[in-house]
Every structure is written in C-alpha cells, then in structure tokens.
C-alpha cells in the first residue's frame, strides 16, 4: 500500500459521477433510451441495475460488470447525445446550486468515474471543469464513427481498483479528499492515495462504506462547510432536524425531506418530559393539538428556530415564551375551513332530523317511524357565534341552503351575502334556532358559554361546538340536553381530551342519544389534511431560506423580497428603543453597504432584517450578537 504525507498545500477535491455528481446511473439512463419501444425494455433495465449492483457490492470484478452491462446494449452516438441532454437536468441538487464554488477552485477539482468521457464532458464542463480533469472511459466505435461496439479495455478505470490506479498515476501533490458513493470510491482512501473519503449519501446510501468514511456528506454543502469553504447557502440543509408530531400528513415529511432536512415523524403527541428530551438538537417542530409547547419544553431546546401548529388553533403553544426565546411559530388559519364548515352543516340536518337518536333505535330493533320533532334547515335561523374564517364560510353555505344567518363577534366583521350582525350575544341566542360557536383560543373565551347562555337560547335550540373545548360548560350542556330544553347538539372538542386513541374518553356527555359526538376531528378531512401538510411547510421553509415571517403568529410580520446579489442579516431582539441605531452603528463602523432595511415591532420583540453587499468582515456578526436586548442573530446568503 502506497502512503501519502499529510500536507499544508493545495487541497484536491475528487468527485465521483453516477449517483454523486449525478442523481442517477448513467448507463442505466442510457438503457432507458436505447431501449425505448422494445418489448423487453423492463427486464434489459433491471438486469443491468443488477449486474451495477454486483459490481458495485465487489461480487464480481468492475471489468466484468462494465462488459455485462455493455453487452446488453447497442447504444449509437445519437443515443449519447440524447443522454447528455437528460443528463444535464439529473445534476444533484446541492452541486448544482454551487457553481459559484466551481468557478472559482475549478483548478483543483476532479472527476474519476468508472462511467465514459463522452458523457461526462459534455455535462461538467458548465461547471467549469475541463476535460483533462475529467478521468474515465471510453467508448469504442464502429468505422463509421456512429455505433458504439465497445470500450477502451485498456483503461485502468475499466478494471477493479482502477480509480485508485489512476488517482496515482496522476501524481498531485498536496491533500486530496473523495468525494462518492461506493466502495470503489473508498478505495482511493484505502489504497493510500487519498487523505480522506466523504461518503456521498444525498441520492444513495450505501451501509457497506458509511463506517469507513472519514466523514457522511449528506450533500455537497455539508462537504463544503467542514472543510470551511465557501458555499451557496449560508448553513447545510442536511444539518436541519425536524421533529413531526402527532401522525401528521405524510405530505409535510416528504416537503421537508425534499428541502434536505433530517426528518424524525412519531404517530402520536409527547408528553412534556418526553418532550424535553426529545426537542434537543432539533430546529423545526411539527405538531396538532395535544402536544402543548411550554415554556419548560423551551428550556431544553437548545436549537429550535420554528414551531410549527398543524391546525388552527395555538393555545398548546407557549407564544410568549417562544417569542422571547427566538422562536417564530406558524399555523394554518385557513386549510380546514371548508372540512370545519361542511362537518357543521351535515350535524345541524342530522340533528334537525333527530337522526343520532333514531339511529340507536334502529341498532336496539326498535322502528320508530315518525316526522315527530323533525325539521328541515330551510328557512331556519342560524347564529354564528364568531365571523371569522370559518363562521363566515359557514354563513356562505348556510344560506345558500336556504337559512336565515345571524351573527355576532367583538370585533367589527363585513357581513357576507344576507347575514345580519347582532348587537349582542343575548340577542343572538333570543332569535335563532341553531347556535353554532366558531370562536377562538383566546383565554378571556373560557367557559365564554355556560348555564346562563344555555338559558338564553330558545326552547328546542340545536347547539354546536366545532371550536375550543374550554369555551363551553359541559355540565351545564348536559343538564339542558337532559331536561330537553336543548333538542340536540354536536360537540366536537373537550376541556379534556385524551392524549391517545389508546385512551378512554370521559365525559357528562357519553350517552345522551340526542348528542353527536366527534373526536376533535373537524378539520381531519384527507383534503383538509394534505392543504394543511403543503401550507405550514411553506411558511417555515420560506423563513429558514429568506428570513419572511408573513402569517407568524408571535413575531411581527414581514414578507420581503427575494434575496439577490447580498447576504441578509437577521436581528431579532427584545423591544427596546435605539436598537435599530445601534444596528446600523455596527454596519457603519465595518463600512457596511446596505442594500435594504426592514423592520417591524410587536408589544415583545423587533424584527430587523438588513440586506447587505458580499463584501465586509465575518467580525460584524460577533458585534451585532453583542448589541443589549439581542435574542437571536443569522445570516443568510
């Protein structure tokens, strides 16, 4: 075994093709080609992905692997050219957004591939690497210079170990690092002419070279930021973690994996010592509504940068706590309306109906045949007790089916359509024949509707509760469910709900054939469910990748413009006057450009965001941080 001697110079980097530089195999992207139209396309394909595996396992020599896998194709130049075009759009993503790195160090960057040439070339030379950095076979050519009938068989890269052969026939001095994906990439490092191999694991992960790395790149961004060079992105994506709660929609997992991001998902709600454990080192949390966010759990998040409420509501949430602590939190106030809407529409005709008692007759055998207490919604008074965006969908509906729609709210709200606003709550419950409560989370709304409502409202009233289990008093429902002063009602939310579907659910309510009860699953609609998974992954990616807090619940809220040709310094600090001066005191001592300046306050925290020109010291980050009040403080670039 040759050794190399640890040097101080010129660092070479060595990359690797298929499935590294490439999202993809090459020649199985050429098989797809060659093969188009043939019947037996699917099993030449797969025979190939076999023997490349076979090889790449070390089960058979690579020259036989190449031979096998050449033999099953008769691939022509104009096949090539059509490869090199779908090759251009398979580059991996976290090489191809640094080209800018490319550029500039395209002198001590190499491919060794034991793909061709033809291919190879053509692809990374937009990245500034030159063909004489390029080390790899090639094909051999009938007379006409058309039809592929072979390849180079003396190459060293078309027998085993030849990457590691060619690495040192090319004599480069200084330290050299591989960059790849498979064992024969390792073998540059165990051969001795490589000083260290980073195993490339963004498109394969291949469990046989991940011990023997020096270090797993995830992506090139992770390679460029341990050994310190510059990046197009100010932090690696792969060194995000997020923590997702609750069985939320798959659809958020695979958003944030596609971002990069190391992605945990757990089926159910922690408990808040659970919590605490588990919130260590992650950046992103991902949750419903029966994993509460305290201010203990905040103690123990040592990196959290977002909160994510896959639902309307927030009050599991400490806000304040979180803003104080940095954390910005998003929810999605607008996903489940319309499954909120139509669950409250089909309980009111059910109740109406009187359908829930019905049914349990039938299930007892009895047959109750009798329009007895059993009304139409049409032409009925419906009072919404909260217009905001779910009351006022549900005013929509309602009188679209013919309803009379009433409303009331503390806050001033335009009517939509024929809806009328009451004065007053008494009002309200005075006219109507159905109440519906649409309110939110807000503490002054506990136990907002309890015996002296319930009184209020008419004789033989329908009642619904789609919003916030506190808001209602339980007992009281039950006793005017009981005395029939209530004919019916819906509850879909509970002071106390179980942590679980393991635990049991106990209430005054069990029982009463003339209640409707849900599992707080107004808004758990496939539908619902997906637009909530696309929602709230946008907002936290959008604030991890350009600063916007646009529809933060607890941080002021800014929607900024796109990041271009500058780095973006974020401040955020407890709200204190003079700390925009001292911002721009720091900027003005290093000599700072400043692009453009954002800021916005709420009653806690500021948010200033400052978008400056490339060019200043990396010692302006320490003075910003030390500036008095400071919460948190990140560049972006």
């Known amino acids: 075994m040759t050794s190399i001697t640890k040097s101080t110079q ?56 190449l031979s096998r896998r050449m033999a099953l194709l008769t691939p022509s130049r104009k096949d090539l050219e059509k490869l090199v075009k779908r090759l251009k759009k398979k580059i991996s993503p976290s090489f191809s957004r640094n080209k800018r790195f490319f550029k500039k160090y395209h002198g001590q960057v190499y491919i060794i591939s034991n793909g061709f040439k033809e291919f190879i070339d053509p692809v990374v030379v937009k990245y500034h690497i030159d063909s004489d950095h390029v080390c790899a076979n090639t094909f051999v050519f009938d007379e006409s210079g058309e039809q592929i009938i072979g390849f180079d068989e003396d190459n060293l890269l078309a027998h085993s170990k030849g990457k590691s052969k060619t690495l040192k026939a090319m004599n480069l001095e200084g330290e050299i690092y591989v960059i790849g994906d498979a064992y024969t990439d390792y073998e540059m490092k165990e051969a001795g002419v490589a000083h260290k191999f980073f195993a490339f694991t963004e498109n394969v992960l291949r469990e046989n070279i991940l011990d023997k790395a020096d270090h797993i790149a995830p992506s090139f961004d992770e390679f460029l930021y341990v050994n310190q060079l510059p990046m197009a992105i100010s932090y690696p994506k792969n060194r995000i973690k997020v923590l997702i709660l609750e069985n939320i929609h798959q659809h958020a997992v695979q958003t944030f994996e596609k971002e990069g991001y190391q992605v945990e998902s757990i089926g159910r709600a922690l408990s808040e010592k659970e919590l605490c454990e588990k919130i260590k080192g992650v950046s992103i949390i991902g949750i419903r509504s029966k994993t509460h966010i305290t201010a203990k759990v905040l103690e123990h998040a040592n990196r959290l940068m977002v909160v994510g409420a896959f639902c309307i509501g927030t009050n599991q949430i400490d806000l304040g706590a979180c803003a104080r602590k940095g954390v910005i939190t998003f929810n999605a106030p607008y996903s489940n309306t319309r499954s909120v809407v139509e669950m409250a529409i089909a309980e009111m005709i059910m109740l109406m109906r009187r359908i829930p008692s019905m049914s349990q007759g039938m299930h007892k055998g009895v047959w109750n045949k009798s329009a007895n207490n059993s009304f139409e919604i049409r032409g009925k008074k419906l009072g919404i007790v909260g217009y905001g965006n779910i009351g006022a969908q549900l005013s929509v509906l309602a009188e679209a089916m013919g309803m009379e729609v009433y409303y009331y709210d503390l806050v001033e709200k335009l009517a939509l359509g024929n809806a009328k606003k009451m004065e007053s709550l008494k009002e309200l419950l005075h006219k109507v024949d159905i109440v519906s409560l649409h309110v939110d989370g807000r503490p002054e709304n506990r136990q907002h509707f309890g015996e002296k409502e319930f009184k ?171 500036i008095d009040q400071t919460i948190k403080f990140r560049v972006l670039y």
Do not use: C
């Open 10 to 65: 010129t660092k070479h980097i060595v990359i690797d093709f298929d499935s590294t530089f490439l999202q993809v195999e090459a020649l199985e992207e050429l098989a797809d080609i060659v093969l188009k139209g043939s019947a037996d396309k699917k099993v030449i394909v797969n025979k190939i992905k076999e023997i490349t595996k076979l090889g790449v396992d070390g089960k058979i020599s690579f020259h036989e692997s």
């Open 456 to 626: 209020q409202m008419r004789k033989g009233a329908i009642f619904l509760n789609l919003s916030r289990g506190f808001v209602v008093d339980i007992p009281a429902l039950a006793k005017r469910l009981k005395d029939g002063r209530i004919l019916g009602a819906a509850v879909d939310v509970f002071p106390k709900e179980p942590k679980s579907n393991a635990d049991e659910f106990v209430s005054e309510l069990r029982g009463l054939d003339n209640v409707i009860l849900s599992p707080h699953i107004g808004g758990s609609t496939q539908e619902a469910q997906a637009n909530i998974a696309a929602y709230v992954p946008a907002r936290i990616i959008d604030y991890i990748n350009a600063g916007n807090s646009f529809g933060s619940v607890n941080f002021p809220n800014l929607q900024l413009p796109v990041l271009r040709n500058a780095h973006r310094l974020i401040h955020l600090h407890h709200n204190q006057p003079g700390i925009l001066a001292k911002i721009n005191s720091v900027l003005a001592k290093h000599k700072i450009n400043i692009v453009g300046q954002y800021l916005k306050t709420n009653e806690e925290i500021g948010y200033v965001i400052t978008d400056v020109s490339t060019k200043y010291s990396k010692e302006v980050f320490d003075s910003l941080k030390d």
